[in-house]
């Protein structure tokens, strides 16, 4: 039976947008949930041109076994909700929205022990603050994945936590097309147009046998073994169409103690 805890409401905004992120902190042993919120005036803009403009923003932490959320402030960055952050170190990890002349993306983290925004160094390397990229978790280092052109990607690793020199290139990805996207995406050129966008392959894990799940464009799942640098797409009983594919490993059983605690 799935146990849950309903968090006590938070100050709302008019036309706000809302980033959360939730995580452990090893050091001062506690949980706690983020709300990133950014709004904006009733007499401004679009949201798509107020991104443009940089909205208002509100940052509000609630720790868990705390009845009340609190507010720190505002942020400067803008923050990208797609995908999901990143929990690493005690820190959680976003990437920002591209800004208009302005092509790069910057690394953000939030430190769950001192509540404070900073900017983590990503790789040196003749490119890579052009292309789009995703985070995720790679044998407990913090690890991004950027997309080249043609559907291709690039791994790289930060074998020692912020340090730029430590970002180690681990692998590249072709470019590959499941079974169940051949009918939409049958051209070279198509597969480059939608990767620019960001949201055509997600690396989700790397898993104990070395091979890497990857997820195309919320509709399949594909294992890939960068040994042999074969393909293989995974297909189960009852698999909808559209999904949304999430990395869980571990346990949460601690949250029940101390939030009575």
């Known amino acids: 039976m799935w146990d849950y805890r309903e968090l006590p409401k938070s100050i709302q905004f008019p036309n706000q947008e809302v980033i959360y ?9 506690e949980y706690k949930v983020v709300k990133i919120v950014y709004y904006r005036n009733a007499h401004r803009g679009s949201w798509h041109r107020f991104r443009v403009y940089r909205p208002q923003s509100e940052v509000q932490v609630l720790t868990l076994g705390s009845s009340n959320w609190r507010s720190i402030g505002k942020t400067s960055h803008y923050l990208h909700h797609w995908p999901a952050q990143v929990l690493v170190n005690g820190r959680l ?16 983290s939030f430190d769950l022990g001192d509540e404070q925004f900073r900017e983590v160094p990503k790789p040196e390397a003749d490119g890579l603050n052009r292309w789009d990229y995703h985070l995720l978790v790679v044998r407990s ?31 590249n990805i072709a470019s590959h097309v499941p079974k169940a996207l051949k009918q ?29 799940l990857l997820e195309y464009k919320s509709r399949a799942l594909v294992l890939y073994d960068p040994n042999g640098g074969n393909f293989q797409d995974l297909v189960f009983q009852g698999m909808p169409k559209w999904f949304q594919t999430v990395v869980h490993l571990g346990r949460l059983n601690q949250i029940h103690t101390l939030v009575n605690m």
């Open 21 to 29: 992120g939730f995580g452990f902190h090893p050091v001062t042993k």
């Open 141 to 171: 280092c913090l690890a991004a994945v950027f997309y080249c052109s043609f559907g291709k990607l690039e791994m790289w690793v930060m074998k020692e936590y912020g340090v730029k020199e430590a970002w180690v290139k681990e692998l």
């Open 184 to 212: 939409d995406v049958d051209r070279s050129w198509k597969i480059s147009k939608i990767a620019i966008r960001g949201r055509y392959v997600r690396v989700l894990c790397v898993l104990g046998s070395g091979q890497i």
């Open 93 to 108: 990890h976003w990437v920002t929205w591209r800004r208009r002349y302005h092509p790069g993306r910057k690394l953000i």
